[in-house]
């Protein structure tokens, strides 16, 4: 459990991101997370590189109510003062804390608050002995490190942990997840890390991540990009509506567009996207431009346009409903979504207060 999420066996992936404010800014990394936590995260990490900061993530928590995990490295007493702060996961090497009392101090004070520990090995940063043994990062020197971290909690009796083990290189990562999912039963963070940019570390992180996860490996993940983190989330959810792993917000299904089309598609898609940001909830959305291909998926989607002239075809759970105008189309579209998504709220709200009664 990270704060009130569960994460690994049966539970849905949680979807996780990390601030990128300076962490004694409170107001700003306040900020910062309560928009994470918008675009639909369950789970925001925060770096907390010194006491400093570990006194402003007190402040943090205080104002926030998504669970936070504290990335710490080395310093053992900025561990144990964000778990006397209240801290929901602690992101902490327990090889990198130093002598075996600091260590035992560590997992003492998470056993004490039941505060899960994420053993966090990256090939950007693996320990010096396995530089020499390997040569270079390879999957195996990501599971061994790995593996001495972990031998440092079962010495001292400690299951509540969680491991990723991160490279930016796709393939190196997946072999290195596959090789530690043999060997531990608890869950892992998955992440391609240092992925790149919106859209090359999107195309990395969704191969990378789709391989695993079509293993069946992984219980939470990641998408590192260079950029707002934000998107991240977007990105994280969009990978596993993909794969059918979990639903969350409207999911599209439009076509590239070409000469066929009746109306423009790309600025429609753009249009809704943005519009459309603050809706959670499941919905399929079809939008073709002409009748070639848009009957087929209107009719398997919850609603769907299709393109025609004079005018386009609106449906409403796979049967024509109406007839749209290309002058209001993205307005008329947006208003028609909205009714839906109140409808099945609605609904939703009159089930849960018969099993109430």
Not at 98 to 106: C, M
Not at 199 to 216: A, N, Q
Not at 221 to 239: N, Y
Not at 272 to 301: H, K, Q, T, Y
């Amino acid at each position: 459990m990270v704060g009130d999420v569960p994460v690994g066996g049966d539970a849905p992936i949680a979807v996780q991101s990390m601030t990128n404010t300076n962490t004694c800014d409170v107001a700003a990394t306040v900020g910062q997370i309560n928009a994470i936590q918008e675009a639909g995260a369950d789970i925001v990490r925060v770096s907390v590189p010194s006491m400093e900061a570990a006194e402003a993530f007190g402040q943090i928590r205080k104002q926030v109510s998504v669970p936070l995990v504290a990335d710490i490295h080395f310093d053992h007493k900025i561990a144990l003062r964000v778990a006397e702060l209240g801290v929901d996961c602690l992101r902490i090497n327990p090889g990198n804390i130093g002598r075996d009392d600091r260590v035992s101090a560590v997992i003492n004070a998470a056993k004490d608050r039941n505060i899960p520990i994420r053993i966090g090995v990256n090939a950007g940063s693996l320990e010096k002995a396995l530089q020499r043994k390997y040569g270079e990062p390879t999957p195996e020197a990501l599971v061994e490190s790995a593996m001495r971290h972990i031998d440092i909690l079962d010495r001292h009796d400690f299951q509540n942990f969680k491991v990723s083990l991160k490279a930016s290189e796709v393939f190196m990562t997946v072999a290195a997840y596959r090789l530690i999912a043999q060997q531990i039963e608890q869950p892992l963070h998955l992440g391609i890390t240092e992925a790149g940019g919106f859209r090359s570390g999107t195309v990395k992180s969704s191969i990378g991540l789709g391989m695993l996860l079509m293993d069946g490996i992984g219980d939470t993940i990641r998408v590192s990009l260079a950029a707002d983190p934000v998107q991240e989330i977007k990105v994280g959810f969009d990978i596993l509506k993909s794969l059918r792993l979990r639903s969350h917000g409207i999911n599209f299904i439009a076509c590239p567009s070409c000469s066929r089309q009746n109306f423009d598609v790309i600025q429609t898609m753009n249009d809704l996207e943005a519009r459309l940001e603050d809706v959670n909830r499941s919905l399929d959305v079809a939008i073709i431009g002409c009748i070639v291909n848009g009957p087929g998926e209107a009719r398997e989607a919850d609603i769907g346009l299709t393109g025609g002239s004079p005018k386009n075809l609106f449906y409403l759970h796979g049967k024509p409903n109406q007839k749209l105008v290309n002058e209001t189309l993205t307005d008329d579209l947006e208003r028609l979504i909205r009714e839906e998504v109140a409808r099945r709220e609605e609904q939703d709200s009159l089930l849960i207060a018969k099993s109430e009664d």
